[in-house]
């Protein structure tokens, strides 16, 4: 069967909605976490999200390997279309209260995402993409930034899971140094989506999953941007990099001799 990315995308939609509307009926388990860490939280609510995004990707297509975030140890089958769920982007701001968190459902095809859905139930924001379709917030067309200078740019970046021996300071001082006024939002697609709507003009985190980027970044390539892989740390860790196009050299020369 000839795969369509627009209907990829359908199901990539529903799959993140109904992730989210499942978050979205049990607020009240908001303070539900499961672990608690200095890094992280890990809450009872991601697991069931991303069980609920499964199960709309396992009836429309049967069989095809589904990456997510909670089960990322499983292996994966080798099957034509890859999904990767990342059920709650955004978990300690949730746990926290804050709005700014989404679900994330993208279908690669060798390895490269061909339709995404990023869905921020408690903004009332769907992000949505293919390679067929363009990048379009709430059924509205999306565009990125002018900003042609770092010095003018909006950077937000990530204080993500650091590991022994990374030094994530060295990163967040040369952002400091090279951008008008660094965020730190707390959800690495809405970042990249932010960099779609022109809201951002770049976005850069030395260390983050596939799961966190695979939907916005075709939301971002769609809209004129660009989502580059700047290192592969392996088991689906990366340095990912994604501007408006316009910023990428200046950013790309500035972040890459610190990896
Ligand atoms: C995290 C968020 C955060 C980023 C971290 C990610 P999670 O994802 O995207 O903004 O800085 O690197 O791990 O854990 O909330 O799904
Ligand atoms: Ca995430």
């Excluded at 279908?107 to 339709?115: E, G, L, M, P, S």
């Excluded at 859905?117 to 990125?144: D, H, I, K, Q």
């Excluded at 960099?195 to 971002?220: C, H, M, N, R, S």
Aim: with cysteine; charged share 20%.
């Amino acid at each position: 069967m000839t795969l369509k990315p627009v209907q990829l995308l359908a199901t990539a939609l529903l799959a993140a909605r109904r992730a989210g509307e499942h978050v979205m009926a049990n607020l009240a388990r908001r303070d539900e976490a499961l672990r608690l860490d200095r890094l992280d939280v890990k809450h009872a609510l991601d697991f069931e999200a991303q069980a609920a995004a499964f199960a709309v990707i396992e009836s429309a297509w049967p069989g095809d390997a589904i990456l997510g975030e909670e089960t990322a140890d499983v292996p994966l089958a080798d099957t034509p279309v890859r999904w990767v769920v990342d059920p709650i982007d955004g978990t300690v701001n949730f746990f926290h209260g804050l709005p700014w968190w989404c679900c994330c459902v993208a279908a690669q095809v060798n390895n490269k995402t061909v339709a995404g859905a990023v869905y921020a139930p408690e903004m009332g924001l769907c992000f949505e993409a293919s390679t067929e379709t363009p990048a379009l917030c709430n059924g509205r067309p999306l565009r990125v930034s002018k900003t042609a200078e770092t010095r003018l740019a909006s950077i937000h970046t990530g204080s993500g899971k650091s590991y022994p021996g990374e030094n994530p300071l060295r990163f967040l001082e040369c952002v400091v140094e090279m951008a008008q006024r660094p965020r730190i939002m707390g959800a690495a697609a809405l970042d990249i989506c932010s960099v779609a709507a022109g809201k951002a003009d770049a976005y850069f985190e030395p260390g983050i999953y596939l799961w966190d980027i695979a939907a916005a970044g075709i939301v971002l390539e769609r809209a004129g941007g660009k989502l580059e892989i700047l290192k592969d740390h392996g088991a689906w860790r990366v340095a990912a990099l994604a501007t408006n196009g316009a910023l990428h050299a200046a950013c790309r020369d500035a972040l890459l001799p610190l990896l």
